[in-house]
C-alpha cells in the first residue's frame, strides 16, 4: 500500500473537513437566523484559517493561497433565490472591509449570478436580483492604490498580485456591475439601482460606457425610471462624449403631468436644465419645451409653479428667439385657435413657435398671490441675470403653507360705514329700539 497510516488519516480528516464545509453551507439556508449566522461567522473562520494553512502544497513564492472555492460557499449561501437574504448579508459586510474579501467576493458573486440567471429564461428573479442588490450596492470601493492595505490574509509579494493593483480591482466591480445588469429587473429594482449608479458605480468603472445599453433599456421603461436614468446618461454624454440619437425628443416625451409631482423632480428639472443650457439648441426644440411645461403647468400645484415660472423665464434669457412667444401681438382670441400640437412626439414638428404663452398669463389669475406675482414677471422685459432655481426644486406644499401662515398681515385700508342697527341698515327700525353696547 503506497500510502502510510498518517497519509490515511490525512485524506481522511480532509474529507470531514469537506464534509463539514458543506453541511456549514446547507446551514446558511436554516430557518433559524441564528443558526445562519452562525455558519457565516464560522465559515469566514475557515477562510481565514485556510489562507494561513493552506490545503494545497505552495509550489513557488508568491503563489496566492487566497481559498476562493471556500468564499464561494459563503457567496452562495448569501444569495438564495426564494428568500430574502439583507439580514444575513449586513451581517456580512464587516468582511468587505478586507480588500481581498471584496475582491473575491465580487468574482464569487459574477460567477453565481452566471449559474442562477442563466437558468431563468430572462424572466426576472425578485428575491434573487434584491438579494444580489444588497450584498453589492454598499461596496466601498478604494480611491487609490495606497488605500488598499486591509488584506484577511497577509501574503508574501503582495505587489505583484493582482488583487492589490486598483486596476484589477475596478475590471472586477466592472465585470460584476455588468453581469447582473445585463438581465431584466423587477421595476422596483431599476429605481433602486438608478437612485446609486452615478455615485456608488460609474465612477469606479474602467469603461464607465460600457453601461449606456443598461441605461438606454431604463430610459425607455417610462415614468420615474426614466427620470432617474437621465442621471446616468448626463454622465456619459457629458463627461464620455457619448452619442445619443434622438436624446431631445425622448426628453420631451417624458414631460407629462406626473413630472410636477414625483419625488424626483428636483433631480429630473436640474438635469433638463442643464440639458437645456446650451445656446445650440434650434429655437422650434426650446420653444417646444417652454409650450409643453407651461401647458402641463395648468394643472400642476403651486409650489411647482413657483419653480417652473423661473425656470421658463430662464429658458427666455438664453433662448431669444422663443421671446415671440410672449410678445406675440394679439396672440390667439381663445385657446381653441393654439396652433401648438400638445400630443404630436416630434418637437419639430408641434409648431410651438407659431404659438403664444397663453398659458402662464392664465396663471397670472392663480389663487396663490405668490404664483400670480411670479407668472406676472412676464409682463415686463426681463433681465439679463439668470433667476437661480436652485432653492425652488425641493420647495414642498407644506413650506409653501407655513410660509404664507406665518406672514404678517398689513393693515388694509377699508371704506364701511359704522354699524348702527341690529342688521347695520342706515334706517332700520331696529336701530331705533335696540343698541350694540
Known sequence: DRYSAEDKYKIWMRHRYQ???????????????????????????????????????IEWKGTLTFPFDLLKVVVDGLLPVNEDASLLISRFQEYMEYDDVRYFVMKAVTANIGQVMQKTKERPL??????????ISPINMPNKESDMVKFMVKQENREELKMSK?????????????????????????????????????????????????LTVAYGIGGAISLL?????????????????????????????SIYHVKYRARFFH????????????????????????RLALTAPPESLL??????????RRHPACRVLVHRPGGPADMS????????????????????????????????????????????????????????LELSGYELFDKEVKKKATDVPLEFEQVRGLFGKKNDIFAEHFSLD
Open 337 to 392: 385657435e393654439d396652433p401648438y400640437i400638445m400630443e404630436e412626439e416630434e418637437p419639430s414638428e408641434s409648431r410651438a413657435l407659431e404659438s403664444s404663452l397663453w398659458e402662464i398669463q392664465s396663471l397670472q389669475n392663480h389663487y396663490h398671490p405668490d404664483v400670480a406675482k411670479a407668472a406676472a414677471v412676464l409682463n415686463q422685459s426681463l433681465s439679463e441675470m439668470e433667476d437661480d432655481i436652485s432653492g425652488l
Open 229 to 257: 436614468a437621465l442621471n446616468g446618461l448626463f454622465i456619459l454624454i457629458h463627461q464620455h462624449n457619448l452619442e445619443y440619437p434622438d436624446f431631445y425628443k425622448k426628453l420631451y416625451s417624458l414631460l407629462d403631468p
Open 166 to 214: 486598483l486596476q484589477a480591482h475596478r475590471q472586477v466591480f466592472q465585470k460584476m456591475w455588468l453581469t447582473f445588469l445585463k438581465h431584466k429587473l423587477p421595476t422596483g429594482l431599476y429605481k433602486k439601482v438608478l437612485v446609486i449608479l452615478h455615485d456608488s458605480v460609474l465612477p469606479y468603472m474602467n469603461e464607465p460606457t460600457l453601461m449606456m445599453d443598461f
Open 271 to 294: 438635469l433638463t436644465d442643464l440639458f437645456l443650457s446650451s445656446s445650440h439648441l434650434p429655437a422650434y426644440l426650446v420653444a417646444a419645451f417652454i409650450k409643453r411645461l407651461s
Open 126 to 135: 425578485p428575491f434573487y436580483q434584491q438579494n444580489v442588490f444588497s450584498l
Open 19 to 57: 464534509d463539514c464545509v458543506g453541511c456549514l453551507g446547507e446551514l446558511m439556508g436554516h430557518d433559524a437566523f441564528q443558526v445562519k449566522e452562525l455558519s457565516l461567522c464560522t465559515l469566514m473562520k475557515f477562510v481565514e484559517l485556510e489562507a494561513q494553512y493552506p490545503l494545497i502544497k
Open 307 to 316: 419653480m417652473i415660472i423661473p425656470f421658463i423665464c430662464n429658458l427666455f
